[in-house]
Every structure is written in C-alpha cells, then in structure tokens.
T-cell receptor, first 111, second 112 residues
Framework: RKEVEQDPGPFNVPEGATVAFNCTYS??????FFWYRQDCRKEPKLLMS???SGNEDGRFTAQLNRASQYISLLIRDSKLSDSATYLC????????????FGTGTRLQVTL | DVKVTQSSRYLVKRTGEKVFLECVQD?????MFWYRQDPGLGLRLIYF???????EKGDIPEGYSVSREKKERFSLILESASTNQTSMYLC???????????FGPGTRLTVT
C-alpha cells in the first residue's frame, strides 16, 4: 500500500465550479501535511500547509482528519489558471525535512 | 527568492555511461534532496543530505550515488546509466527546521 494515496484524475471542471480532492495517508505517526502544486513540465511548489483546525487561503481550503487519516483540498470558483497537478504531501515524525509525496491529482479547468 | 538551479534541462546519455547531475542552491539551506519523477509513480526520493559530506539513502538509492562537498551543491551520480534510469530528476532544498522544499526546474534524462 502506498504511504500517500490520491485519485489521479483528471478532474475536468468548468470555470467557476467548486472542486474537492482527497488524499489518504497510511502512517498514523505522520506529523505535518501539505498540498503542493505542479504545473505541466514545471517543478512542484508549496500551495499550502494543512492544519488540524482547517485553514483557508483565498479560494483554497485545506482540511485534515487525523482519525480517518485523510486530507482534503477544496477549490472554489475555479479559474483556468488552477489547471495543474495537486500533490498531497506528508512529513513523518523524526524524519527532519524529509517529505513523502502522493502521485498527484490532475485538475483541468475549462471554459 | 530562493533559487535552485540544475545543470541541464535535457540530457541524453548512452547505456553504461557515467552521468553527473548537478544542483546548486543559493539560500544557505542545510538540507538537499534528489528525487526522480515518473508517470504513475510520482516523486520518489533517491538520496538526501542534511549537511556537507553527510548523505542518507532515500527510498530508491540503487544505481545512484551522491556527493556534497560544499553546502550549496549536491550532485547525483549514475555510475553506469541504464535505460530504466530514464526519468525526470528533481533537486530540492530546505532549511534545517523548514518543511517547504524548493525545487529546481528538473533534468529530463534519457538513457538510450
């Protein structure tokens, strides 16, 4: 079983739609959680951290459910520029800055 | 802005060749990482380094070695390239207590 699992998609949504991605992780000792964004043929970049209380950054909301070991990302009012692959990322206890990446969920926003 | 640079964007090598991939960061970061990214498999950690001359194996170190002689530079070495090492190679860095990894633009390596 992969340590971090995501639906690969693609999710094809019209502009203005709300879309949600989920991710599950297998290691209950996982300590920190993030969403990274990767545009086509580009490097991954941090989108946002995920906190237990949930957090919001503009149109993006991230939530963590430790009991069920899943993380979600909600994008409201989708823009064409949101088209990218979204990577779910976890950091486990005692591994310093080492991260484990999911394989990513591809989002395509269309007119 | 943090900048992580990689020596080549595209590289074509022959089976059996020794290949060097170079990564340089300009933010005095302690930790540096080498990943490969393949369709359906995502980013997989090859090696990482948390200090000069220190290195640790990641999840898929076989067939690779690394060198970190200076803090800003982390090299990935393929001792004898094979076709199954055809991939996108990404370097990243982060500060000692940090969690945001800053990635270089990647090197697409093709081994023929």
């Amino acid at each position: 079983r992969k340590e971090v699992e995501q639906d690969p998609g693609p999710f094809n949504v019209p502009e203005g739609a709300t879309v949600a991605f989920n991710c599950t992780y297998s290691n209950s000792a996982s300590q920190s959680f993030f969403w990274y964004r990767q545009d086509c043929r580009k490097e991954p970049k941090l989108l946002m951290s995920v906190y237990s209380s949930g957090n919001e950054d503009g149109r993006f909301t991230a939530q963590l459910n430790r009991a069920s070991q899943y993380i979600s990302l909600l994008i409201r009012d989708s823009k064409l520029s949101d088209s990218a692959t979204y990577l779910c990322v976890v950091r486990n206890t005692g591994t310093a800055s080492k991260l484990t990446f999911g394989t990513g969920t591809r989002l395509q926003v269309t007119l | 802005d943090v900048k992580v640079t990689q020596s080549s964007r595209y590289l074509v090598k022959r089976t059996g060749e020794k290949v060097f991939l170079e990564c340089v960061q300009d933010m005095d970061h302690e930790n540096m990482f080498w990943y490969r990214q393949d369709p359906g498999l995502g980013l997989r950690l090859i090696y990482f380094s948390y200090d000069v001359k220190m290195k640790e194996k990641g999840d898929i170190p076989e067939g690779y070695s690394v060198s970190r002689e200076k803090k800003e530079r982390f090299s990935l070495i393929l001792e004898s390239a094979s076709t199954n090492q055809t991939s996108m190679y990404l370097c990243a860095s982060t500060s000692g207590g940090g969690y945001e990894q800053y990635f270089g633009p990647g090197t697409r390596l093709t081994v023929t």
